[in-house]
């Protein structure tokens, strides 16, 4: 049976996807985290655009995500927001924003939604932080859940490598997949965990999974804009399929203008006023 698409104009909203997810369109979903890049990214085809945490390493060079802070993601998203039409725009709440706390979970969600304008939130976790999960929805606040590998627990895995490979944490990333569906949650990223039980987990649900390194059964795939692009250049892991070498591009253009700068041959006489 041959697949409707979705009127490729109008705002994606949370529904849209849902709607994808049950007729088997695939969602594709792309970080950004300025006006100038999303608007590039909205204009091509792109479902949902996640203003990551992700920003800390490939904006501001940090090592984790951890040190990003709510008004350092508040600044980018509203710049994105700016930039965006059609894409349905998703903000991470950085680490140290929601967890354990339901009350300050919420009024971070809040700030993300007043000051920025996006269009759902995103965090890490299952069953542990389902009470900050439900307090955002409550006040009619989209979220996204995010499970297996999740970055912003860098210190309690130690590694950046595959999660569930054991029948103990599968299980419990199944059991929090469905809890934070029952929560209302309208999707949810599955990082870096084996193929066949993102498999498991995306027939499961009745939300949409959005995989990264997570194989080719999920609803949708997401990667971060830097590393498809070829910007940063020293992380490959195998699930990156780079679509450019954009950082040598970058790298061969301001030698060039450099080069022309101080030969004397930037700008010539049409160059000038
Ligand atoms: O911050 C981010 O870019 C993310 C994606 C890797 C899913 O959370």
């Given amino acids: 049976m041959s697949v409707a698409k979705q009127n490729t104009n109008k705002k994606v909203t949370v529904h849209t996807l849902g ?20 608007k590039l990214v909205d204009e091509s085809d792109i479902d949902v655009i996640l203003v990551g945490d992700s920003a800390a390493n490939v904006m501001a060079g940090y090592e984790t995500t ?25 903000v991470d709440l950085p680490f140290g924003t929601y967890q354990g706390n339901s009350k300050m979970a919420l009024s971070s969600a809040i700030r ?45 895995f130690g590694t950046y490598s595959v999660r569930a490979t054991q029948e103990s944490e599968q299980k419990r990333l199944i059991e929090d997949a469905l809890a934070l569906e029952e929560a209302g949650c309208f999707a949810v990223v599955l990082e870096k965990i084996p193929a066949l039980l993102a498999k498991e987990i995306s027939e499961k649900l009745t939300i949409p999974t959005i995989g990264i390194g997570a194989g080719k059964y999920t609803d949708g795939q997401v990667l971060v804009l830097h590393d498809m692009l070829g910007i940063t250049q020293d992380f490959s892991p195998r699930f990156l399929r780079r679509y450019m070498s954009l950082g040598e591009q970058i790298r061969s253009a301001v030698k060039q203008y450099s080069s022309d700068v101080k030969s004397g041959g930037f700008p010539n006489e049409n160059e000038q006023y």
């Fill in 66 to 90: 951890l040190p990003i802070t709510l008004e350092e993601m508040i600044y980018h998203a509203a710049s994105v927001v700016r930039g965006v039409n059609r894409a349905l725009v998703t």
């Fill in 112 to 156: 993300i939604m007043k000051e920025t304008a996006a269009n759902a939130i995103k965090l890490e976790g299952g069953q542990e932080i389902l009470e900050s999960v439900n307090r955002i929805l409550s006040a009619g606040i989209p979220v996204m859940g995010h499970l297996g590998l999740t970055p912003q627990s860098i210190n309690k």
């Fill in 19 to 38: 709607n994808m997810a049950l007729k088997g369109e695939k969602i594709a979903m792309v970080t950004a985290y300025d006006y100038s890049m999303a």
